[in-house]
T-cell receptor, first 115, second 115 residues
Framework: NAGVTQTPKFQVLKTGQSMTLQCAQD?????MYWYRQDPGMGLRLIYY???????DKGEVPNGYNVSRLNKREFSLRLESAAPSQTSVYFC??????????????FGNGTRLTVT | AQKITQTQPGMFVQEKEAVTLDCTYD???????LFWYKQPSSGEMIFLIY??????QNATEGRYSLNFQKARKSANLVISASQLGDSAMYFC????????????FGKGTMLLVSP
């Protein structure tokens, strides 16, 4: 999937546990994104990073933190997981030069269940 | 306010028939991009087609075409000669060109193609 690797593929957490979702690209693109997908809700943006060293909140950032470790890696951290964070998480990269006509390419997703 | 509206939660079509998936959007920008993605049951997000707001011709990619009606703010996806493999969830998305805008998704339409 356009060189976007997400780990892990599946994870089950108990309420209150923490974890980090990893995303790495094997290209040199500036912008990286984290989305969550819930049934009937489409994809909603959690956080994004327009370039190395910058991060910004999206539509649903509460309960999450992110780190743009370097140009290749963008991680999403849940400090104290809640059942409401049960979801499928997608990392995406932007592959074009212009913002408005650049499609995002997605990783295969991480399916997270919080019990 | 919801920027992308997909009014059809589910659609059924017979193999070899054409099907139109509806998408309306809301923006005050003059410059923006419209995207369609496919998500099969395996879960990956596949970029299908792009239409720019200034493009005079409707976009086409193989069996996919985008029926773009700017005045009505609609960007419907047309799939010609449906195949069983077209059964999937389809998402419409939009990105405005002003500032640093991110990709906003609709809630999706589930398409089922029957033999």
């Amino acid at each position: 999937n356009a060189g976007v690797t997400q780990t892990p593929k599946f994870q089950v957490l108990k309420t209150g546990q923490s974890m980090t979702l990893q995303c790495a690209q094997d290209m040199n693109h500036n912008s990286m994104y984290w989305y969550r997908q819930d049934p009937g809700m489409g994809l909603r943006l959690i956080y994004y990073s327009a370039s190395e060293g910058t991060t910004d909140k999206g539509e649903v950032p509460n309960g999450y933190n992110v780190s743009r470790l370097n140009k290749r890696e963008f991680s999403l951290r849940l400090e104290s997981a809640a059942p409401s964070q049960t979801s499928v998480y997608f990392c995406a990269i932007e592959t074009g030069l212009r913002v408005s006509n650049s499609p995002l390419h997605f990783g295969n997703g991480t399916r997270l269940t919080v019990t | 306010a919801q920027k992308i509206t997909q009014t059809q939660p589910g659609m059924f079509v017979q193999e070899k028939e054409a099907v139109t998936l509806d998408c309306t959007y809301d923006t005050s920008d003059q410059s923006y991009g419209l995207f369609w993605y496919k998500q099969p049951s395996s879960g990956e997000m596949i970029f299908l087609i792009y239409q720019g707001s200034y493009d005079e011709q409707n976009a086409t990619e193989g069996r996919y075409s985008l029926n773009f009606q700017k005045a009505r703010k609609s960007a419907n996806l047309v799939i010609s000669a449906s195949q069983l493999g077209d059964s999937a969830m389809y998402f419409c998305a939009m990105r405005e060109a002003s500032g640093y805008s991110t990709l906003t998704f609709g809630k999706g339409t589930m398409l089922l193609v029957s033999p």
